[in-house]
């Protein structure tokens, strides 16, 4: 089956500066590849996504790469705010319909 | 839209008790999916649901059991809680077809003594 790593698991910046979240993949049959936030005491959300034919996606600060040669995505995080504090997970998705997700990466976003 | 919603929120159950957790959507979802989260661990899943009447495991299955009589609710039932079932649950659900994003609800902490 399909194994989703994520990198780092704690991640600390200071407002402003940039964050980046790395997760690889083993299944070269996935072709979906979403980013969620979790705030504290809440479920994930979905803040952007990724498909097998597209290299990058942008919505505002938010951006994520897609190396499906190398089967790794990244999430990247410009001019960080406090409220970008949440934890973080990617997952990747193939020919069913479920997904597997990595481990999580905590964003402190240091005022 | 409510999205999805989970009862109860929070729950503490003794060693050999059982409880049913209670999801549902109102998105006309097909797909519904229990997951447990645990520090570091990520979000495991439990078991799913591609329809009304249908279910599958997941990755940890054990000491669960679900059911999707309607296609809206998706409930996860533990027979006899142990201390390893402590977590924090999550549902989910998405639609059928090209669209894959997940629509999770806002949790439940159940605490197994």
């Known amino acids: 089956g399909e194994n989703v790593e994520q990198h780092p698991s704690t991640l600390s910046v200071q407002e402003g500066d940039s964050a980046v979240i790395k997760c690889t993949y083993s299944d070269s049959a996935s072709n979906y590849f979403p980013w969620y936030k979790q705030e504290l005491g809440k479920g994930p959300q979905l803040i952007i996504d990724i498909r097998s034919n597209v290299g990058e996606k942008k919505d505002q600060r938010i951006a994520v790469t897609l190396n499906k040669t190398a089967k790794h995505f990244s999430l990247h995080i410009t001019e960080t705010q406090p409220e970008d504090s949440a934890v973080y997970f990617c997952a990747a998705r193939g020919g069913s319909y479920i997904p597997t997700f990595g481990r999580g990466t905590s964003l402190i976003v240091h005022p | 839209n409510a999205g999805v919603t989970q009862t109860p929120k929070f729950r503490v159950l003794k060693t050999g008790q059982s409880m049913t957790l209670l999801c549902a959507q109102d998105m006309n979802h097909e797909y519904m999916y229990w997951y447990r989260q645990d520090p570091g661990m990520g979000l495991r899943l439990i078991h799913y649901?591609?329809?009304?009447?249908?279910?599958a495991k997941g990755e940890v299955p054990d000491g669960y059991n679900v059911s999707r009589l309607k296609k809206q609710n998706f409930l996860l039932g533990l027979e006899s809680a142990a201390p390893s079932q402590t977590s924090v649950y999550f549902c989910?659900?998405?639609?059928?077809?090209?669209?894959?994003?997940?629509?999770f609800g806002p949790g439940t902490r159940l605490t197994v003594t």
């Open positions: 989910a659900s998405s639609p059928q077809g090209s669209s894959y994003e997940q629509y």
């Open positions: 649901s591609v329809g009304e009447g249908t279910t």
